[in-house]
């Protein structure tokens, strides 16, 4: 049987009687900006529109837009128009924004990275969108937009990604399993492609940059030999695409261990604690994975501000295992 997105979504709200509908409303949103930035980024060769933001004309006199910058607004438009989304936090933005007319009328918050690993899109390599939904906090101004984001990952109720790969494939979960969706462009429907999505408790590839060994911290190392002396069975390989998005959902549906650990450069981390580990780690954990900081379970992080970076480990239950023996202390 074909399932859209829509009709799942509408699915799932019926296990929340009395939902009044806007929460799935919210989520159509997300999915009408992805389609916008995934039919841009299936034309990035050919339109010319790899220049900077702001930049000079093109030749048909308009004037060329990154992707980000697009698929920024794209997100920005799509989910600034629903009455219950009250704020909006992106990467592209410095600050998180109110976007709703009467803010004490919304309910939820989107943070979002509109299109993660775009520094890839001129060499044709998979780029991705993370986002992440929480609901408004009890007791805050609704006027204070930072209030309403700056929560720990345990508090999102849901989040997701869309990987435009080889196809779009948008990977979503409202805290009842994680679910996986192919775009067909024929009819320009997201359709169920991979339902219950569970990570294998053990894959055969670790995913790192390794040319930052050196400045890993302790145990690190000796972890990564591990894997790949076959202490833990298989004797692992190399994965590592350099686009979180892509290297996350191969982990997701093949299993192993994605790290990006703290570096010289990136002491605690470089990847992005509200729009990047912490969607990924709501849906490990909800696929039987598990993410960590290398200290600590990613979605106890209490965040200070919006745009703080993490160390970020997923992988299945014997890495991470293994993982917590090595490396955390
Ligand atoms: P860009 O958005 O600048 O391409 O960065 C992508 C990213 O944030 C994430 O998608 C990758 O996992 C990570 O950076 C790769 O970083 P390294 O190049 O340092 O390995």
Redesign the pocket.
């Known amino acids: 049987m074909i399932i859209t997105i829509q009709q799942h979504i509408l699915q799932e709200q019926k296990r929340f009687p009395g939902a009044s509908g806007e929460f799935s409303w919210l989520l159509s949103g997300i999915t009408l900006a992805t389609k916008m930035v995934q039919a841009r980024v299936r034309r990035a060769g050919l339109t010319d529109i790899l220049g900077e933001a702001g930049g000079e004309a093109n030749i048909q006199g308009e004037i060329q837009q990154k992707l980000d910058v697009y698929a920024n607004e794209a997100l920005m438009h799509c989910l600034g128009a629903r009455a219950s989304v009250g704020v909006l936090a992106s990467e592209e933005n410095e600050h998180a924004r109110v976007t709703a007319h009467d803010p004490e009328k919304a309910n939820y918050a989107v943070v979002f990275d509109p299109l ?5 899109i001129d060499v044709n390599v998979s780029v991705g969108t993370t986002f992440s939904i929480l609901r408004r906090p009890e007791g805050i101004d609704p006027r204070d937009a930072a209030a309403w984001v700056l929560q720990p990952g345990s508090r999102q109720i849901a989040a997701g990604y869309v990987v435009y790969g080889s196809s779009t494939v948008l990977v979503y979960s409202v805290g009842n399993g994680v679910h996986g969706f192919t775009l067909d462009p024929a009819v320009g429907a997201f359709l169920l492609s991979h339902p219950n999505i569970r990570m294998p408790e053990q894959g055969k590839y670790y995913s790192v ?1 390794e040319a930052y060994r050196d400045g890993f911290p302790p145990g690190y190392g000796a972890y990564i030999d591990r894997l790949r002396g076959g202490l833990l069975g298989p004797r692992y390989a190399t994965r590592y695409i ?4 892509s ?1 996350i959902h191969r982990t997701l549906l093949k299993g192993g261990v994605f790290m ?1 650990p703290p570096t010289q450069e990136y002491p605690q981390g ?2 992005r604690l509200l729009y990047e580990a912490n969607p990924i780690a709501f849906l490990v954990e909800q696929a039987g994975g598990v993410a960590s900081t290398g200290r600590e379970r990613v979605l106890d992080v209490l965040p200070t501000t919006i745009h703080q970076r993490t160390p970020l480990i997923v992988g299945g239950r014997i890495e991470m295992a293994e993982f917590a023996r090595c490396c955390v202390n």
């Open positions: 993660d690993g775009s520094s890839n940059n350099g686009s979180m998005v290297d990006y470089k990847l």
